[in-house]
């Protein structure tokens, strides 16, 4: 029979081990973070009823969605009533909806799990890919303190992915909302164009911005476009930029209510322990014109930021308006975990782990089998990640394996050592190795793997 | 605009906060057990190419798979090129043979992953559950003595689980084979047959089993079916029923190559330190007639025998020969989360969690928001899972949510409180409160929760 070439489908995720481990281990970091900020786990199917997923119409074709289909139902020539989920708020909402009666509120939900979209295959364009989702949910209303939580917790989980440093960029849409009232800027288009070009302000001196926003297509007046630069072009500390919001004085309500929610933001954030040199009010972050309504999130690694957003996220006003009359609003942030793992590899700040096996008790005489499988046991029985090596082959072959495995320590007993109570231990890295008695092989190894 | 309902596709996966800790719980408890026994993770694609995924010829219709299609592929009128996995065995075997030369063999990997059947919708069916893997693959050879290893993950697995007794039973395959080719029952289609009667001596007198056996249908004589019931109706410690099997004295390669297995895996069991009380030589089981050739186990809820086997497994010749040329053996078990987790609460055995939030720092005075958000940094800084209720509802509100949500201990202070530099810690399952220094909340914390 003709062999099957093994492979994956473009776009897909899949790991060698000693990737799959590091994979892992920010997918753990990430979770224990967010349990630690009082999130719960919440886990929804990877398919949806159709016409529940898509009910916003038109986004179908746009979100490139897969469709799923039995053997069954294909033969019957059924059309797909099924379809996986693209991102995982859409879920969320139908959730919330669903069992609103059974949840407590506010509900603070955390939520891993792979997302699917139907992309053309190019590199860099994934059809599988993590998603890393926190969401507070209230009923009716939610302070604004919440708000400030969400930095608290990207401080937390980026402190602890050890990614080097980075910076929380938040703001609040109602100001660039009340701004762009007060200028008469009403044009939701020419909005999105206007605080594109803005953007650039990092690149660009302020005069090439302006004939930007004056130029064909957004076609701001002078005053307008110099006016747009004096608010959101401002950079400085956290109590300078509301200083400066305060000194521009609009008289717009919406502004006001921004203005006010980012000073509430930032006394709650500091309160939280949050420092400074994390986090900085950015006025020029919006985060798409329609989904947010209020504060507005973005996280930068400071020495790769042309990974653009590595965490984001924001405050909405009504989570599941499709499915219940039930007003619910909330915030929320997301970590794209696979673009970012892959972004993390390439710029060398993520490499591959060593093994989670932290110890191999490898066989060095078979007649001393029962003595390494007691030992094995001795040492899972501790809390140590332990695989014992079960095949009778040669000691370069087996220390050759941990080599390749990336299992750090191998343990190693002779009759000699047996005779003297103790095993060797082999740093594989280090390339050293150490007599350690049986009665203290946990404990080195506590020691030794924290 | 009229409302959606929200729902989710029948025999899907989806659980309430509550029931969804203790789900998670369960995997947490399972992979920790896995990766302690020397298991890297693995996960594969929840899709993959249709003619790698199917390439058993006929197996499609019969395995019930979902097919899945991107919107531009159906709009183009493609038949759909991708599958979701329906199990997890399939998936390693393409991984293996695809990375072969990358990987270090004996390849060790736990896979908890969600798989999917097409089924037809109806109690208890599930098109969508979590299987919980572990299999050791070798290249051309892997020793008898892995077989042992097996049921030593089990019997940790299950006793962590904490899900009362449980008895994990084991044959060698080749015994069976070997006695039906002994006794000339040579279709294999009357041989599972035969099994499936010899199951009922649990229930049925020998004499109702051998009328079973001769009857229409199966129609062994009389005396192969007294042979049979002889043989593998045979119950006993290990001891005996290898001297039993010995007793026997089959003249027939295979049986006698079974049973020397059998003995190998009797005896690396006990070095790996399993007690008997868990384990029992169980020479009916066979787990179906052909993926399966030698050692195969099936573990058993005492108390709770009619779900049947909670996880089983065996030893296979060869992985991917679809894939590859080389050969690959293995030995491995499965966990079927899902159908055990639903079996389990129908049964009372497992319920419904606490909370993963371990603390609720309450808000009693809004003037003191700030020493509450103090106290919950604080909380989280020790390892506690700290939710901090941030809006300013009464006392009574927020203890309800906390009853609600699951949360044991609800943190409290007023100014009197402050004053002295305590908390109250209320406990809401126990309905006590006791005050506690500010200093030692984090150890108190530990102490309370383990």
Partial sequence: MALITPRTPAGTMELLPRRQVTFQRMLDTIRRNYERFGFIPLETPVFEVADVLLSKSGGETEKQ???????????????????????????????????ERELAFPFRRYQMQRVYRGERAQKGRYREFYQCDIDVIGKDSLPVAYDAEMPAVIYSVFTELNV?????????????????????????????LVLRQVDKLDKLSREDVLNLLTAD????????????????????SSADTLAH?????????????????????????IAFGVPETHWR??????????????????????????LGSVCSGGRYENLAGLYTKSKLPGVGISIGLTRLFYALEQAGIVKDGDSSVQALVTQFDPSLLNDYLAIGAALRQGGVNTEIYLSPDKPAKQFKYADKAGIRYAVIMGSDEKAKGEVLVKDMVAGTQEAVKLGELVGWFKGAIG
Same sequence: chains 1, 2.
Avoid: C, W
């Fill in 281 to 306: 009010i950015n006025l020029a972050i919006a985060r798409g014109l329609d989904y947010y309504t209020g504060t507005v999130y973005e996280t930068f690694l400071t020495d790769h930021r042309s």
């Fill in 164 to 192: 080097g440093p980075f910076q929380i960029n938040f703001n609040n849409r109602k100001i660039l909302l009340g701004m762009f009232e007060a200028l008469g800027v009403t044009d939701p288009g020419i909005r999105i």
């Fill in 217 to 236: 297509g957004i076609a701001l007046s002078g005053e307008q476009a110099a006016s747009v630069l004096d608010m959101i072009g401002f950079s400085g």
């Fill in 245 to 269: 919001l305060d000194r521009l004085g609009l008289d717009n309500d919406l502004f006001k209510e921004g203005v006010e929610e980012l000073r509430q933001v930032v006394a709650a954030l």
């Fill in 65 to 99: 969605v897969y469709f799923v289909q039995s053997t069954g139902a294909i033969e019957q020539g059924h059309k797909p009533d099924l379809a996986m989920r693209f991102d995982l708020t859409v879920p969320t909402a139908r959730y919330v909806a669903q069992y």
